[in-house]
T-cell receptor
Framework: EAQVTQNPRYLITVTGKKLTVTCSQN?????MSWYRQDPGLGLRQIYY???????DKGDVPEGYKVSRKEKRNFPLILESPSPNQTSLYFC??????????????FGPGTRLTVL | AQTVTQSQPEMSVQEAETVTLSCTYD???????LFWYKQPPSRQMILVIR??????QNATENRFSVNFQKAAKSFSLKISDSQLGDAAMYFC????????????FGTGTRLTIIP
C-alpha cells in the first residue's frame, strides 16, 4: 500500500529535550516536506527536500532541522524544543515527474506537546 | 508571496442538501494547481479534488465539484447531497507548478452536517 508513515503519532516532552519525528514514504517520491498545523493558521511549511541531500527552508524553519540521507526518509529534528513548538505536524511527499498530478500525500500526523 | 483566503470559519448544512465553501487566492503565476483537502476528526489530510489552472473545465469527483474562476482567483467547493461523513475541516490549498512546490493553505472551514 502506498503510504507516508510518521512516528511517533503522539509525543509529550519537556523544554530542551532533543527529539526526532521520523517520516518515511514508499512511493519513490523525490519531494518531501514538513508542515505544522496550528488553530486559525492552517498548515505552514517548515522545511522541504527536492531530493537526497537537497533540503531548504520553508516559511517557519526556526527551531527545526531536517536531513535527507535516503530518498524514502525525511526526519524532523527539534534540537531544543520550546512550548511554542507544540503543534500538529505533517509529513508529505510527491513526485516531481512531469505528468504527475501535483498531489501531495500526507502522513497521519504527529501531535507534539512541549511542556 | 501566494496567499489563500477562506472567509468562512464555520458552515453548516442539512443532510442531503448542497453547500458551497469559498476560497480565494492571490498569485501572479499562470501555471499552478488548486486543491481541496478534507480533515476529519482523525486528523488525516484527505485530498478531495484538484484543479489545474490551465484547464478551463471545472473538476468534479462524484458529489464534489468546484467552480474555478481564474480571472477572479476564486475556487469554491460544492458538496451535493451532503452526508454525515462529510463533516470535517476543509482546507483550500494552492501550489505553483515549479520551484518549491510548497502547498499554501487557507485557514480552513469547519463543516457541520445537521441530521
Amino acid at each position: 500500500e502506498a503510504q507516508v508513515t510518521q512516528n511517533p503519532r503522539y509525543l509529550i516532552t519537556v523544554t530542551g529535550k532533543k527529539l526526532t519525528v521520523t517520516c518515511s514514504q514508499n512511493m519513490n517520491h523525490e519531494y518531501m516536506s514538513w508542515y505544522r498545523q496550528d488553530p486559525g493558521l492552517g498548515l505552514r511549511q517548515i522545511y522541504y527536500s527536492m531530493n537526497v541531500e537537497v533540503t531548504d527552508k520553508g516559511d517557519v524553519p526556526e527551531g527545526y532541522k531536517v536531513s535527507r540521507k535516503e530518498k524514502r526518509n525525511f526526519p524532523l529534528i527539534l534540537e531544543s524544543p520550546s512550548p511554542n513548538q507544540t503543534s500538529l505536524y505533517f509529513c508529505a511527499s510527491s513526485t516531481l515527474q512531469r505528468g504527475g498530478k501535483g498531489e501531495q500525500f500526507f502522513g497521519p500526523g504527529t501531535r507534539l506537546t512541549v511542556l | 508571496a501566494q496567499t489563500v483566503t477562506q472567509s468562512q470559519p464555520e458552515m453548516s448544512v442539512q443532510e442531503a442538501e448542497t453547500v458551497t465553501l469559498s476560497c480565494t487566492y492571490d498569485t501572479s503565476e499562470s501555471d499552478y494547481y488548486l486543491f481541496w483537502y478534507k480533515q476529519p476528526p482523525s486528523r488525516q489530510m484527505i485530498l478531495v479534488i484538484r484543479q489545474e489552472a490551465y484547464k478551463q473545465q471545472n473538476a468534479t469527483e462524484n458529489r464534489f465539484s468546484v467552480n474555478f474562476q481564474k480571472a477572479a482567483k476564486s475556487f469554491s467547493l460544492k458538496i451535493s447531497d451532503s452526508q454525515l461523513g462529510d463533516a470535517a475541516m476543509y482546507f483550500c490549498a494552492y501550489r505553483d507548478n515549479f520551484g518549491n512546490e510548497k502547498l499554501t493553505f487557507g485557514t480552513g472551514t469547519r463543516l457541520t452536517i445537521i441530521p
